[in-house]
């Protein structure tokens, strides 16, 4: 388990490892893909999966 905050809802949210959708290595830990309670994809990054809660990754997404 590990928290997030979620973009979507605006909540920290106590996220649970089958919600997991898609595990990828990044330089400064582990990205994960999951759903949000409230429905929404997030994605934040743990240190690893003992972490207790993500943070934002540090490399900047292509903005659309
Ligand atoms: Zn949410």
Request: hydrophobic share 40%; proline share 3%.
């Given at each position: 388990?590990?928290?997030?905050?979620?973009?979507?809802?605006?909540?920290?949210?106590?996220?649970?490892?089958?919600?997991?959708?898609?595990?990828?290595?990044?330089?400064?830990?582990?990205?994960?893909?999951?759903?949000c309670?409230?429905?929404?994809?997030?994605?934040?990054?743990?240190?690893?999966?003992?972490?207790?809660?993500?943070?934002?990754?540090?490399?900047?997404?292509?903005?659309?």
């Amino acid at each position: 388990m590990f928290t997030h905050h979620c973009t979507a809802c605006e909540r920290r949210q106590l996220m649970f490892v089958r919600q997991i959708s898609d595990v990828a290595p990044v330089a400064d830990g582990l990205e994960v893909s999951f759903t949000c309670w409230c429905g929404a994809e997030q994605t934040g990054v743990l240190d690893d999966l003992t972490a207790g809660s993500t943070r934002a990754p540090q490399r900047a997404l292509a903005a659309a």
